[in-house]
């Protein structure tokens, strides 16, 4: 038996560069942040939120991306609490870079707290996309993903962009739609802090995209069916 060590992939950034890279790997001690955190975060939902998640049993192993409608900050933090096991331990929400990583606090809670990476909306580029999806695939992750782009002023959904499809068109990796309900009631944009309010997170059946073409006819096929789906888990659609 032969053993092959490999320099992880953040090995030799500057600090600042390491939060924001979507190479980064976690120690010992981001490790346990992490857990610490999704614990706290868990507690909380529980006893501020009554957090109730329907359908878990929908969620494949890894790799997968969850995609949900978005309106509050309590969004990712649902999400990745309802996770379990290796997913959770694997999971990285995809966060607008120009919000949480553009100071040094605000980078180092999202990328050791939250596990996040960033996606710049107004320069993110191909390739970017393209090592990120390499990293979903090969490292088997899981990515918590709001197509919509930003969060809803007014707490309705608004149409999916197509970027979504670059990470799994042409993939076995599955989509997994989810919609979470009351989260913007609890914590609206402009709101500094949450308020007490049940959430409720349903999550449906994943969806598959191995035949859909890595162009942009394909992204947006993906993004209307994902749409369409997380639609469909609303309460309006019940």
């Given at each position: 038996m032969s053993w092959e060590l490999k320099p992880a992939r953040d090995h030799g950034l500057p600090a600042q560069d390491r939060l924001r890279s979507h190479g980064r790997e976690a120690g010992l001690?981001?490790?346990?942040?992490?857990?610490?955190?999704?614990?706290?975060?868990?507690?909380?939902?529980?006893?501020?939120?009554?957090?109730?998640?329907?359908?878990?049993?929908?969620?494949?192993?890894?790799?997968?991306?969850?995609?949900?409608?978005?309106?509050?900050?309590?969004?990712?933090?649902?999400?990745?609490?309802?996770?379990?096991?290796?997913?959770?331990?694997?999971?990285?929400?995809?966060?607008?870079?120009?919000?949480?990583?553009?100071?040094?606090?605000?980078?180092?809670?999202?990328?050791?707290?939250?596990?996040?990476?960033?996606?710049?909306?107004?320069?993110?580029?191909?390739?970017?996309?393209?090592?990120?999806?390499?990293?979903?695939?090969e490292d088997g992750l899981v990515y918590i993903l709001f197509p919509e782009g930003t969060r809803s002023r007014d707490g309705r959904m608004a149409a999916f962009q197509p970027g979504l499809g670059a990470f799994v068109a042409g993939t076995a990796v599955p989509v997994v739609p989810c919609h979470l309900e009351g989260a913007f009631a609890a914590w609206p944009a402009g709101r500094r802090f949450p308020r007490p309010g049940k959430l409720r997170l349903r999550i449906g059946a994943p969806l598959h995209f191995a035949e859909t073409t890595q162009d942009r006819a394909g992204w947006s096929e993906i993004a209307a069916r994902c749409e369409a789906a997380v639609r469909a888990l609303g309460p309006e659609a019940a």
């Open positions: 001690g981001s490790i346990l942040l992490q857990g610490a955190w999704r614990a706290l975060v868990r507690a909380d939902l529980a006893l501020l939120h009554r957090f109730e998640v329907l359908g878990r049993e929908n969620l494949p192993p890894p790799p997968f991306v969850i995609v949900a409608n978005h309106c509050s900050h309590l969004d990712a933090l649902s999400l990745g609490a309802a996770l379990r096991g290796t997913a959770a331990r694997r999971a990285h929400a995809l966060a607008a870079g120009d919000t949480f990583f553009t100071s040094g606090a605000t980078s180092l809670f999202a990328a050791y707290a939250l596990n996040a990476f960033p996606v710049w909306r107004k320069r993110t580029r191909l390739k970017d996309l393209e090592a990120m999806r390499r990293r979903l695939v």
